[in-house]
Every structure is written in C-alpha cells, then in structure tokens.
C-alpha cells in the first residue's frame, strides 16, 4: 500500500515570495506522483505529474516540482506566488503501471497575503 | 468541452432518506471513481469502476452503493444516509492506459449535508 505525507497542512506565504509545498511517500513499489489544486468551491486540477525521466517536472501556472527517490520526496516550488495562487494543493501517488488508484495526501492550504 | 459533471452541487437531506448523487462524463474513460474529501483527513475513495459492470470497493466504502450500467455514468448512492456521512463528494474518471501517461479529471463537488 501507499501513504503520503504532506507535512504542513497551513503554508501562509506574502506576494511574489517563494514557497515550497512539502510532500513525502511511502511505498514498496514504484509510483507516480502527482500534484492537484484546489480552488475554493471547485473541484481538484492537476499541476503536474511524474511518471519517469527527469526528476524535475514543471507544471502549470508556473509550478514545479522535483521527485527524490531517495528521500522519497516531491515537494512543490513556485519562485514568486500571485494572490490567485491561494488554493489547497494536495500530494498524490498511485502505483506505477495501475495508474487509476490515487491515494492522496491530506492536503496543504497556501494563502497568499498582500 | 472534456468534463465531469456531478449533480447536485449542494444537498442538504435527513437521516435515513435514500439519495443519488449522479455523475457523468463525456471523455469515454473507462475509470471513474467516487472520493469524499473531509477537513484534514484529504480525499478518500469510496468505490471505483473499471468498465462497465466492473465496480470495486475503495478505502471507505461502507454506507455508500454504486453502479456502472454505461460507461459515461457512475451514480453514487446513499441507501439510508447518516450524519457522519455528511462531506464534500468528488466523481473523477480516467483513461485506463498501462504506460501510466494519463490524469484523473475531477468533477465540481456535491456537498452534502445530514442532519
């Protein structure tokens, strides 16, 4: 089975300051990892996914977000957050070649402050 | 435009009233499944179907029931509703592809309420 962890569950953050969303995985198999938005009163987006090569993966809106294999890592980085950047972000995983099953995170909620 | 549509958005209903949450997509995935999402406990599956007449047990399935009679519709039912079962329902679906290159499409939300 697979678990994540997203270790700050609030990240408050001012305009244009960089942030990084925290996530860790646990598994005994290989997985895919996937970041998902959330906009208040909407339903959940996808930022970005990785499935294999370069450890370094950019998404939308100006995100990225790098896998780390060994500390079983793949934490979210924007360098310069926009007020329209507030939204819960939620860490996912499902197991490589069974793509179907997500098992997410608890989710982070970042606020972006003037 | 590619989407998943979930009806109602909103329901407020009383303990023991048997409800529907319906939910459709117009991509011809094969997967679909059903999420409840609660504060600081994150999305949690509740049933997922692979086709067609193909349904299967997620982490929280008890007090819910689902069907896969099409391919576009996956309804989530409520036979006799509970107060604990008051959360925010997310329907998703997705290509079944073995390379993995694939996302899972959300829809809007139905918050439901049982009092």
């Known amino acids: 089975a697979q678990s994540v962890t997203q270790l700050d569950s609030q990240v408050p953050v001012f305009e244009e300051a960089p942030v990084e969303l925290r996530c860790n995985y646990s598994?005994?198999?290989?997985?895919?990892l996937f970041w998902y938005v959330q906009y208040p009163n909407q339903g959940l987006q996808l930022l970005l996914k990785?499935?294999?090569?370069?450890?370094l993966v950019k998404g939308i809106n100006g995100f990225e977000a790098e896998f780390n294999k060994s500390q079983t890592s793949f934490h979210l980085r924007k360098p310069s957050v926009h007020i329209s950047d507030t939204a819960e972000y939620f860490c996912?995983?499902?197991?490589?070649?069974?793509?179907?099953?997500?098992?997410f995170g608890k989710g982070t909620l970042l606020t972006v402050n003037p | 435009e590619a989407q998943v549509t979930q009806n109602p958005r909103y329901l407020i209903t009383v303990t023991g009233k048997k409800l529907t949450v319906t939910c459709s997509q117009n991509?011809?995935?094969?997967?679909m499944s059903w999420y409840r999402q609660d504060p600081g406990l994150g999305l949690r599956q509740i049933y997922y179907?692979?086709?067609?007449?193909?349904?299967d047990k997620g982490d929280v399935p008890e007090g819910y029931k689902v069907s896969r009679k099409e391919k576009r519709n996956f309804p989530l039912i409520l036979e006799s509703p509970s107060p604990n079962q008051t959360s925010l329902y997310f329907c998703?679906?997705?290509?079944?592809?073995?390379?993995?290159?694939?996302?899972?499409?959300f829809g809007q939300g139905t918050r439901l309420t049982v009092v």
């Open positions: 998703a679906s997705s290509l079944l592809s073995a390379s993995g290159n694939t996302e899972a499409f």
């Open positions: 598994s005994s198999v290989s997985v895919y």
């Open positions: 990785y499935l294999s090569g370069s450890t």
């Open positions: 996912a995983v499902s197991r490589t070649g069974s793509n179907y099953k997500l098992t």
């Open positions: 991509m011809n995935h094969e997967y």
């Open positions: 179907s692979m086709n067609v007449e193909v349904t």
